[in-house]
């Protein structure tokens, strides 16, 4: 900075704290929660400090089905599927049709690049009903297909692609045609190479968004063997008016939201390029 | 739309390559909202059998129901409540993280995880807290004379979805505004302070005009994410309640269709808030083309 | 080794932009012909189309004896450098020079030796295993021109591979490419804007203008005996002085030469105006400024009823000041006759 004060300096680690304390209580307490018998949480008398069950309650959520869910490793695994395929398929098809659009001149290239458009302008959240349809048309509920195929159309992630395509200069693929690189090998030898941040970013930002869905497997799964984590927790979470075990709860609750946690602090340099350059 | 400045000669590849892409889009996309379009038009018979053409009768009504027009205020309400929270609060923040230089990092990565916590989460998470039998909130708050109910009191429900869904949403915002701050020369900084300017002025006079393209995108990001995004946080908390206290607009579709099963509404609604968001995007894309300009 | 031949060719880009007009030029086996002009005049254009890098809108260029109109650049075997080098940046050199090579399916011996030659030749061999980014411009370059080498083509293409280099090592790798040509005897057609460059690099010179050729011949004949008042004042520096017949004679009265039918423009060269002396136009005005450049000084001179200030090049040190009067005379034998209508040399 360009003065050196204080006061001012005191003030904005004050500010900081604070701030990250409002940002860490929620998961603070939950935290706290997932290591507490039973019984530690009666009316208002939440402890603060953690106990000493943490181990106890991993090992009967990961061992003991709750009602209204699917087995916690079952639930895990089929939201790494659902995680790991949105990410794949939509870096595949992004970076493939970013490709025709950019080294490419077709008829019918402008309509495909607003095609893909128009998808940044039609969440799922605005098409349940029709989207649900054609799904169960095509035999897709309770389907890994049926989870992630509908979520993969992605204009972000083209327009990321697109965008770099651009700035790689238009020489370094002249130089390959003169090398004697088609179109497949220039995309294999040079451009794919080239794209490894960009495409490791996005994989950061994609894996996450893949892992938080919950509305579209909530509408696509009735069959237990198909529920995501996101959804498991929060049936767990719905009946516990019942039967207040919050313990398990939380201890469940962090164990779901840990993967996509974990991968933004690691990779916090990869995490924030994707999450900045998609938004451009 | 530029492509590069000589291009590879082309046969079949190019379509080849942008089929999956486009199939997709046209199956799960284009396609359902077309039918989302056409069945607001249209009425089905009890049975599901025969369908009718019925003009804008399906808007008509949605726009004399006193529910839905209460919607729409509940979702201004918490779209705006949400956005200025968020916001203001990621920008102190950012301000703060801007002025350090050996902790920003750690400071930013405490700040940046929640990001990574899904909306669902984020509402169970305060919905636990908040929770009348076993919260900590409600404890807190009685000292104060509050009697916190949010299964009864609809503005109790309303503050608990704010306030799970501005947590969640602090992160993004934090992100961009330091990103934002950052990409302000430093010698605009040296030169307002041999101007004589101290570091509150020199913010409001030199960081904060320049950082209004990143105010003005993070705004339309924000709003977009409250109408649709926060879906989980809303289900995981109060389903819309108590009485439609919460019912915004992203979850009426849902619940008026899906579990209601009235059509004819939902596609109407749903009609709608594709408008809103073509709007959005449209701003959106505006402002993106003049700040590559700048 | 093959020669290069171009015939009616023409490129018109989509809405009618017209870059190249019915173009000739025949290009010798082993020949080094260097296209030169201001930019936009269609010299790259022309390149990238013997390149295959554009397409041909009509005539036809041929390589060797194959016409190639309708061939792949890697079809074409010719190789390019490029002015910003387009090396692979994810490459070391030597995967670098090896690449066009493995493409063809050349054995793994012969690109091996192949390599080890050229990096030889081009003095790279220390770094043939770093990548691009850790080289400095002048190694860039360098590799640059190794790729093209490796592979032995029938031509080597180059665009304006010296201009992203500093003024000293754009000298000394001038001089490297014209050794390497000579030694390797392969076909070169090289394009840049820098006359110099030109003057000094070419066997034959091919100036461009507004997509065609205005004059093609060996340099220092362009210099003598420039065919247009364009090819006049784009070779040589300083520049020709060019004054227009009417103010001349005005000046000049008796002293005027004879000129040939339709010549309105006489040109002269710097250094064939002669201060003092006679025996041509004799000529006065003021100095009014002195670029002492070492060996030789460059002196503008104002003289009245000429628009135009006159710039004259002195061996040695001017014996004038600024602001003097200098007496200077016009040899009739170093002036150059043009018609302002048509452009051309008129003899």
Known sequence: ?280 | MDTKRTVFPSQGLPYLLVAPQIIITLIFFIWPAGQAVKSSFEREDPFGLATSFVGLSHYVRLFQDPAYLASIGRTAVFALAVTVISMGLALILAVAVNRLIRSATTYSTLLLWPYAVSPVVAGILWWFLFNSSTGILPYMLSFFGVDWNHQLNGTHAMILIIVAASWKQISYNFLFFLAGMQSVPQSLNEAAAIDGAGPFKRFWTIVFPLLSPTTFFLLIVNLNYTMFDTFGVIDATTTGGPNQATNILVYKVYTDGYIGLNLGSSSAQSVILMLFVIALTVIQFRYVERRVQY | MASIDIKGVRKVYPGNVKAIHALDLSIEDGEMVVLVGPSGCGKSTLLRMIAGLETITDGTISIGSDVVNRKEPAERDIAMVFQNYALYPHMSVRQNLEYGLKNRGTPRDEIDRRVTEAARILEITPFLERKPRQLSGGQRQRVAMGRAIVRQPKAFLFDEPLSNLDAKLRGQMRIEIRRLQRNLKTTSVYVTHDQLEAMTLADRLVVMNGGRIEQVGKPIDLYDRPASLFVAGFIGSPPMNLIPVEQLRALAGAAMPVLPEGTDILGIRPDGIMVGGSGGIPLSGVVELIEPVGGESHLYVRVEGIDQVLILVLQGRAEVAETERVDFVLPVAALHGFNRESGKRVE
Not at chain 1, 24 to 48: D, E, K, N
Not at chain 1, 146 to 154: D, E, F, K, M, Y
Not at chain 1, 180 to 206: E, H, Q
Request: aromatic residues 12%; positive net charge.
């Open chain 1, 1 to 280: 900075m360009v003065e050196n004060r204080p006061w001012l300096t005191f003030f904005t680690h004050a500010v900081l704290v604070i701030g990250v304390i409002i940002v860490v209580f929620p998961v603070y307490v939950a935290l706290i929660a997932s290591t507490h018998g039973p019984f530690a949480m009666g009316s208002g008398r939440m402890p603060l400090l953690p106990g000493d069950q943490l181990w106890n309650n991993v090992v009967e959520v990961l061992t003991e089905t709750r009602r209204g869910a699917a087995p916690f490793w079952l639930m895990a695994w089929n939201s790494l599927w659902m995680a790991v395929i949105i990410t794949a398929g939509k870096i595949v098809i992004s970076i493939l049709s970013a490709f025709a659009i950019v080294y490419f001149r077709f008829p019918g290239r402008v309509l495909a690049f607003w095609i893909i458009f128009i998808t940044l302008m039609l969440p799922v959240e605005v098409r349940i009903i029709p989207t649900f349809a054609v799904v169960a048309n095509l035999g897709l509920l309770n389907s890994y297909l049926g989870l992630t195929i509908p979520l993969i159309a992605s204009a972000t992630a083209t327009f990321l692609f697109r965008q770099f395509f651009m700035t790689v200069p238009d020489e370094l693929m002249e130089a390959a045609r003169v090398d004697g690189a088609g179109p497949m090998k220039f995309f294999r030898d040079i451009l794919l190479p080239l794209s490894r941040t960009n495409i490791a970013a996005l994989c950061v930002i994609l894996f996450i968004f893949g892992w938080m869905q919950y509305l579209w497997p909530m509408l696509v799964t009735t069959d237990p063997n198909y529920y995501t984590l996101m959804m498991g927790v929060k049936r767990m979470a719905a009946v516990q008016d019942a039967d207040p075990q919050w313990n398990i709860i939380m201890a469940a609750v962090v164990m779901a939201m840990l993967p996509p946690v974990l991968i933004v602090i690691f990779m916090q340099r990869l995490f924030v390029k994707g999450l900045v350059e998609t938004e451009k």
